[in-house]
């Protein structure tokens, strides 16, 4: 069955420092890969998407992300994060099958310490 | 546009009461669905539709129904509430158009059954 992992259920990272949220999935064929935000007492907002293409994606906020096919990975990634990143952010992915249903991780909260 | 919107935002229930989640999204998208959110286990899918009249189950779907009778609207039923049925819950739209695929989340409707 076809899985995300999100490897850190928690991250805190000084304000200004980098950070790296990371992401793993499980599948044998063709995926689409997203990164989303929530934060507090909010919706799902998109940071940023992998259908195709080059294998590093640059989403909103200054967040990139890179595709590794031969790791199964996207890492998401933040070379300085602010006060305002403090949020929930969730892995996703699309496996190409007939239902192309979008399978989440269990998500991680970056917490940013002043 | 509105988007994806949900009604109610809260909402408090007794055991055994009988409710309807409401969402409505004005994109014209063919693919909706319901997910819940819970602590530590990410989202989960409950139902889902790839168009008018076409329905299916997710993840977690005992104790909801859906029915999808215009592309607009989903509506979500509880069909006898219970306190593991406690939970935020989000709706999302999606845009599959060759390999351009995006979903759009409403703003959730947070449920407290008792």
């Known amino acids: 069955a076809q899985s995300v992992t999100q490897l850190d259920s928690q991250v805190p990272v000084f304000e200004e420092a980098p950070v790296e949220l990371r992401c793993n999935y499980s599948s044998s064929v063709s995926v689409y890969l997203f990164w989303y935000v929530q934060y507090p007492n909010q919706g799902l907002q998109l940071l940023l998407k992998y259908l195709s293409g080059s294998t590093l994606v640059k989403g909103i906020n200054g967040f990139e992300a890179e595709f590794n096919k031969s790791q199964t990975s996207f890492h998401l990634r933040k070379p300085s994060v602010h006060i305002s990143d403090t949020a929930e952010y969730f892995c996703a992915v699309i496996v190409m099958n007939r239902d192309d249903k979008i399978i989440f991780g269990k998500g991680t909260r970056l917490h940013i310490l002043p | 546009n509105a988007g994806v919107t949900q009604t109610p935002k809260f909402q408090v229930l007794k055991t055994g009461q009988s409710m309807t989640l409401q969402c409505a999204q004005d994109m014209n998208h063919e693919y909706m669905s319901w997910y819940r959110q819970d602590p530590g286990m990410g989202l989960r899918l409950i139902h889902y539709?790839?168009?008018?009249?076409?329905?299916d189950q997710g993840e977690v779907p005992n104790g909801y129904n859906v029915s999808r009778s215009t592309t607009e609207d989903f509506p979500l039923r509880l069909l006898s509430a219970a306190p593991s049925q406690t939970s935020v819950y989000f709706c999302a739209s999606r845009i599959m158009i060759g390999s351009y695929n995006e979903q759009f989340f409403g703003p959730g409707t947070r449920l407290t059954v008792l």
């Open positions: 539709s790839v168009g008018a009249g076409i329905t």
